[in-house]
């Protein structure tokens, strides 16, 4: 039985992705609404009008200059700024699909893309470009779109990215199968093993955006329509919270989304008192920021109302350090979605119970599932269903489970996979195994509480890294964490021990103290709050930062990585 959810939705709209938010969401806009504003400081906002006139100007030079045919992908390796959205709906004006591709990618990655995905064209920002270059060794035959001041090889597979957007307009190929046609290509983060190609069609992102709109906006829009509201996005526009956070989300719904062309702090508080948003979407790590860093000290946020956190688990004593620091009136609250599902499983409702735990429950939840999808939670082991709990216990493994969903927004497969291999990530009743981890109450509220590759096994025993990150992160002198598991050798790797690598904050006493005594005090510290199995028995690294994805997600693979490379040392020594 599919988790119960509070909100209801008509049944999504059968269209294309452009006709969408050209067509059916123009009635949110007039003309010179600023729909677009980034950081950048040679662009101008763009309004609705003039993005609908520059994407149909571009697709139209992709489609009869540089020769992209229906169904081509174009891969589109660019920092955020209101030139994005430009790029990417002028590529499905010409008939294209996107490639969304970090901008900072090596040589290697954009060849593993381009094997992928088959990539005919890349937009590329001029300071990323040398990687192209060496791409191009491999594919010569590869077009290639650069947008900004470098000197742009003449030969015909360049083009400069602003020659282009001058010319006539393309009309859009409307509504012509939406269910099977593909808008957008996605590289999974790849935070647990090799990037995955998730194939998104154009029905899917109609989906989501029509199904979060019901969740999170319609009871806000019904008690107030004629408000605006402006949001700040701090994710990368290659990431699906970026895509859809700061750019699908707010056109469809008449917001103005001001977009954070690459974050650093500075610049990001500066937006906010520039613009001084209704609501913000961040990842953990801009929570911690906020919550800790002494460059936030006396700084006004009475305007901000709303703070979305996704990308990873956000522990519910950071997010109330950061509301009590910043805004005690602020409600904060965790929404779960990943790229499978163009964006989003969960929500909440501005204007409703956004960031309200209910009574007798823990907080940290992702709200409910989205009208017309269904979730469940199904054992680890057996696969048998888990009854949603009365009283959720986070750390009751009866309750734990994998999280299976399905909806027309979630994707169709992984491009390059043969139907044998798609088929092992779906159960034969068409559900989607998400590999999360979650616990549900009754009455639909969803918790994430791991991943199932990044659970470590103590002793016979399940241990949630994110678990003992939030306890660890609660100590006011430890600024960031990552926990793994690490084999445990006297045992010949039967089981793991936990491993915690810490930052301290730079001038607490900890820092102060050598090593062993440092790690000493905080084992000390720690371990009454939790069972054997859970203590720090693979031990305390203390490092400068925790490597992380742009989206925030900690790249615990890395540091397996590191962990493999020394159990190979010790191994070798016996």
């Known amino acids: 039985m599919p988790l119960p959810t509070p909100f209801t939705a008509p049944p999504s709209p059968e269209t294309d992705v452009l006709s969408l938010f050209f067509d059916k969401a123009a009635t949110n806009y007039e003309e ?139 009309e859009w190929p409307r509504g012509s199968h939406v269910n099977e046609s593909l808008a957008l290509i996605c590289f999974s983060s790849g935070t647990s093993g090799l990037p995955k190609a998730v194939m998104l069609t154009h029905q899917n992102v109609v989906a989501q955006t029509h199904k979060y709109h019901y969740a999170a906006h319609h009871k806000r829009h019904m008690q107030d329509v004629n408000r605006r509201i402006t949001v700040l996005g701090a994710f990368p526009s290659f990431h699906a919270a970026g895509l859809f956070g700061s750019i699908f989300d707010p056109l469809y719904n008449g917001f103005t989304s001001v977009i954070l ?18 609501q913000i979407m961040v990842a953990p790590p801009i929570v911690l ?14 305007y901000l109302e709303h703070i979305i956190v996704g990308a990873a688990p ?37 204007g409703g119970n956004f960031g309200i735990p209910a009574p007798g429950q823990p907080g940290g939840d992702c709200g409910y599932p989205l009208p017309g999808m269904e979730l469940k939670i199904v054992n680890l082991e057996t696969d048998e269903e888990i009854v949603p709990a009365t009283v959720v216990d986070l750390r009751n493994e009866t309750q734990r489970g994998e999280l299976l969903v ?17 088929a092992k990530f779906f159960t034969a009743d068409g559900f989607y195994r998400t590999g999360d981890v979650a616990v549900a109450a009754k009455d639909g509220r969803l ?15 399940q241990v949630a890294p994110a678990e003992i990150e939030g306890i660890l992160l ?12 690490v084999p445990d050798l006297q045992k010949e790797g039967t089981t793991e021990n936990v491993r915690a690598y810490i930052v301290l904050k730079a001038d607490g006493t900890l820092k102060t ?62």
Request: contains cysteine; aromatic residues 8%; glycine residues 8%.
């Open 314 to 350: 956000c522990g519910q004593d950071l997010a109330d350090a950061c509301v009590k620091r910043i805004n005690p009136k602020i409600r904060i609250q965790q929404m779960w979605g990943m790229s499978e599902l163009v964006c989003l499983g969960s929500a909440a409702s501005f």
């Open 261 to 278: 062309q690459q974050f650093s702090l500075p610049a990001y508080l500066d937006l906010l008192e520039k613009f001084r948003p209704d």
């Open 474 to 485: 609660s100590h006011p002198e430890i600024v960031d964490c990552a926990v793994v598991g």
């Open 406 to 422: 399905k909806g027309d927004n979630v994707f169709s497969g992984y491009l390059g996979m043969s139907e044998e291999e798609n």
């Open 513 to 574: 103290m050598d090593e062993q005594t440092a790690k000493a005090a905080i084992e000390a510290w720690y371990e009454p709050q939790v069972l054997g199995y859970k203590r720090l028995r693979g031990g305390i690294r203390f490092v400068d930062q925790v490597p992380k994805s742009p989206a925030g997600k900690i790249l615990r693979r890395l540091l397996r990585d590191e962990i493999a490379a020394e159990s190979a040392a010790e191994q070798s020594k016996l």
């Open 447 to 461: 918790w994430i509480v791991d991943r199932i590759k990044e659970l470590i096994k103590s002793s016979g025993f």
């Open 32 to 170: 010179s609404r600023i729909v677009f504003w980034d950081n950048d400081p040679n662009s101008k906002p763009l309004t609705y009008g003039a993005t609908r006139e520059s994407f149909k100007r571009f697709g139209h030079a992709l489609k009869h200059k540089v020769g992209v045919q229906p169904g081509d992908r174009v891969g589109l390796m660019s920092l955020n700024g209101v030139h994005y959205p430009v790029m990417l709906f002028g590529i499905m004006c010409a008939g294209g699909q996107a490639v969304p591709i970090n901008p900072q990618s090596l040589v290697q990655d954009i060849l593993k893309y381009i094997q992928i995905s088959g990539l005919k064209v890349i937009i590329v920002d001029a300071q990323f470009y040398h990687a192209v270059r060496g791409v191009l060794q491999h594919h010569p035959d590869l077009t290639v779109i650069v947008r900004g001041d470098m000197p742009t090889p003449t030969d015909k597979s360049h083009y400069s990215w602003t020659a282009l957007l001058d010319g006539p307009e393309l």
């Open 289 to 302: 920021l906020l919550a800790r860093h002494p460059l936030v000290e006396g700084r006004n946020f009475s």
